[in-house]
């Protein structure tokens, strides 16, 4: 299947991406809409979908997500779409149990909307089908863009990590909004001091981290 995939992904490109991309999101979102209103919600384990084993930050929080339920005791499952997109799978970690077929329980996916449809279609009609649909959504401005409202059909719910993206999110939707935090683990005390890094006693020192492949200016690091 990883090889058709593979093929087909390839074929598609040699189309020019102002015709590929409209038709792709058209005929995904035909699909998808069929999928949605013929689910059959069950109860089963906790299924966390993203780009798990893969360095980018929404990789990070997907991970922190499966595991926090899964040292809570919830039964958990994984869904790694990192292939199905241009990331590296430079993570090596156990993530449990591999999610299956014909599952019930809740499927969070952190994919924010321009992905999540093509992971919804990844995933598949069996992985969803007895699913209810949460999206973990991350948003830098005070407003959503216009692309990201359709994708509200497609989710029973939406997590936010922080207030500020929830007010920017519940404005546009009837669909519930919940803060739900990163989970933060405990941290392992380094050997390292100030000194080590030349940094002052008595300054306060801020770490920024950003991937400028989504975005530069929206992300702003220098700012």
């Given at each position: 299947m990883t090889i058709i995939y593979r093929i087909a992904?390839?074929?598609?490109?040699?189309?020019?991406a102002f015709v590929r991309r409209p038709v792709q999101k058209t005929l995904m979102s035909f699909?998808?809409?069929?999928?949605?209103s013929r689910r059959t919600l069950r109860t089963g384990?906790?299924?966390v979908a993203g780009f798990l084993r893969s360095t980018v930050g929404i990789g990070e929080a997907a991970r922190?997500?499966?595991?926090?339920?899964?040292?809570?005791?919830?039964?958990?499952?994984?869904?790694?779409?990192?292939?199905?997109?241009?990331?590296?799978?430079?993570?090596?970690?156990?993530?449990?149990?591999?999610?299956?077929?014909?599952?019930?329980?809740?499927l969070i996916l952190h994919l924010n909307p321009p992905e999540l449809l093509y992971g919804l279609s990844?995933?598949?009609?069996?992985?969803?089908?007895?699913?209810?649909?949460?999206?973990?959504?991350?948003?830098?401005?005070?407003?959503l863009p216009?692309?990201?409202?359709?994708?509200?059909?497609?989710?029973?719910?939406?997590?936010?990590?922080?207030?500020?993206?929830a007010d920017a999110v519940s404005v546009h939707t009837r669909v519930p909004v919940r803060i739900v935090p990163y989970p933060v683990r405990?941290?392992?005390?380094?050997?390292?001091?100030?000194?080590?890094?030349?940094?002052?006693?008595?300054?306060?020192?801020?770490?920024?981290?950003?991937d400028a492949r989504s975005g530069l200016v929206r992300k702003n690091p220098l700012g």
């Open positions: 992904r390839q074929t598609l490109r040699l189309i020019p699909l998808l809409k069929s999928r949605i384990p906790v299924t922190l997500t499966l595991f926090a339920f899964r040292e809570l005791g919830f039964d958990t499952r994984y869904a790694d779409l990192s292939r199905f997109f241009p990331w590296r799978e430079n993570v090596v970690v156990d993530l449990g149990k591999e999610a299956v077929a014909d599952e019930g329980g809740q990844v995933l598949g009609h069996k992985a969803v089908r007895y699913k209810r649909i949460i999206g973990y959504w991350v948003w830098e401005l005070q407003d216009n692309n990201w409202l359709d994708t509200f059909q497609y989710v029973d719910e939406v997590w936010v990590p922080t207030r500020f993206v405990s941290a392992i005390a380094s050997a390292l001091t100030r000194k080590d890094f030349g940094f002052p006693d008595d300054a306060v020192i801020f770490l920024s981290m950003c």
